[in-house]
């Protein structure tokens, strides 16, 4: 796991493109884990804070829940339908732990732990997906599918 600042310092070029396009609409999607094991998924907004990546969630809110209980977590950035855009930037995942930074009457603040970030985008000729992607082991890597 690394840290946003981390992330940012091992891939700075990268990291920024990850952020301007987690920052392109404010309602993002994650995903949890419920109780049971299988797969939740909420909106959510991000902030980046200082040198963090954090979400927050109200009061007693299931997502928060999971999070306490299992604190895996996947956020998918807002898209845009490549079809209808001819400056389709891409997308950006963030997957990693959520730590509980903060609780109060106001809700709960995580801080996320990151163990990969990837953006999937269309290459050059619009005719395949080139998927980035970055983890503290393996460092950046870059492929293609036609």
Do not use: C
């Not at 829940?65 to 389709?88: E, M, N, Q, Y």
């Amino acid at each position: 796991m690394a840290s946003w600042a981390e992330f940012e310092a091992a891939e700075p070029k990268f990291a920024a493109r990850v952020r301007r396009l987690l920052s392109t609409r404010k309602h993002l999607t994650m995903a949890t884990l419920r109780r049971d094991g299988s797969p939740r998924i909420s909106g959510t907004e991000v902030q980046f804070a200082g040198d963090e990546l954090r979400i927050g969630s109200m009061p007693r809110a299931v997502k928060a829940d999971d999070l306490l209980r299992d604190p895996r977590v996947a956020i998918h950035g807002p898209t845009h339908d490549p079809t209808k855009s001819g400056a389709w930037r891409g997308e950006a995942k963030i997957a990693g732990r959520a730590v509980e930074v903060r609780a109060d009457g106001d809700g709960h603040f995580f801080r996320i732990d990151i163990a990969e970030a990837v953006i999937t985008r269309l290459n050059s000729g619009r005719t395949g997906l080139v998927i980035e992607s970055w983890t503290a082991v393996r460092g950046y890597r870059v492929f293609e599918r036609t």
